[in-house]
T-cell receptor, first 114, second 112 residues
Framework: ETGVTQSPTHLIKTRGQQVTLRCSSQSGHNTVSWYQQALGQGPQFIFQYYREEENGRGNFPPRFSGLQFPNYSSELNVNALELDDSALYLC?????????????FGPGTRLTVL | GENVEQHPSTLSVQEGDSAVIKCTYSDSASNYFPWYKQELGKGPQLIIDIRSNVGEKKDQRIAVTLNKTAKHFSLHITETQPEDSAVYFCAASDTGRRALTFGSGTRLQVQP
């Protein structure tokens, strides 16, 4: 069984730029959720994708957007980067309709905005 | 929306002692309560979870208790070992919403 993988591991961008982060879900999972974890804090829900559609969104502005592909992998896009976007971005996969909705996290992408 | 508070923020115990971390939640609709362990430079790892139809769940040295009336749940680790040192997060959600709301984390340090 393949776990959740994310790429890249680290990324440095400057304010105003755009970034794309990628996530491959655990085999057999059909749902991907994205979280932002600032240093020293708990993860905060950004949004979730199920069957290639956004299936819930947290309190994040529209410049945070996403995609889910037919193979259930996903991308998180952030436009017009701000300094406060510096954080660990976590992807979690789960199986909707599987009776548990348990979310399994990847290792994260550390984004630094200068 | 849901709000989860977690205490303490740091906890230091001697190897072999027990550790207890407590969380409270605000939304009575929440019915799923997982606990995650996060080591430095890694993503959160699920260690145990509990649903609202159960009051207690145990897995070897780890146990979780849930009091739905009081809206609080706790993680108990017995016979702690140095490899238990990490940051622990509680979370809550309802299956309809699916988003997890996390607590602020507890840094557990187990002294050898």
């Amino acid at each position: 069984e393949t776990g959740v993988t994310q790429s890249p591991t680290h990324l440095i961008k400057t304010r105003g730029q755009q970034v794309t982060l990628r996530c491959s879900s655990q085999s057999g999972h059909n749902t991907v959720s994205w979280y932002q974890q600032a240093l020293g804090q708990g993860p905060q829900f950004i949004f979730q994708y199920y069957r290639e559609e956004e299936n819930g969104r947290g309190n994040f502005p529209p410049r945070f957007s996403g995609l889910q592909f037919p193979n259930y992998s996903s991308e998180l896009n952030v436009n017009a980067l701000e300094l406060d976007d510096s954080a660990l971005y976590l992807c979690a996969s789960s199986l909707a309709g599987g009776g548990t909705d348990t979310q399994y996290f990847g290792p994260g992408t550390r984004l630094t905005v200068l | 929306g849901e709000n989860v508070e977690q205490h303490p923020s740091t906890l230091s115990v001697q190897e072999g002692d027990s550790a207890v971390i407590k969380c409270t939640y605000s939304d009575s609709a929440s019915n799923y309560f997982p606990w995650y362990k996060q080591e430095l430079g890694k993503g959160p790892q699920l260690i145990i979870d509990i649903r609202s139809n159960v009051g207690e769940k145990k897995d070897q040295r780890i146990a979780v208790t849930l009091n739905k009336t009081a809206k609080h749940f706790s993680l108990h680790i017995t016979e702690t070992q140095p490899e238990d040192s990490a940051v622990y997060f509680c979370a809550a959600s309802d299956t309809g919403r699916r988003a997890l709301t996390f607590g602020s984390g507890t840094r557990l340090q187990v002294q050898p």
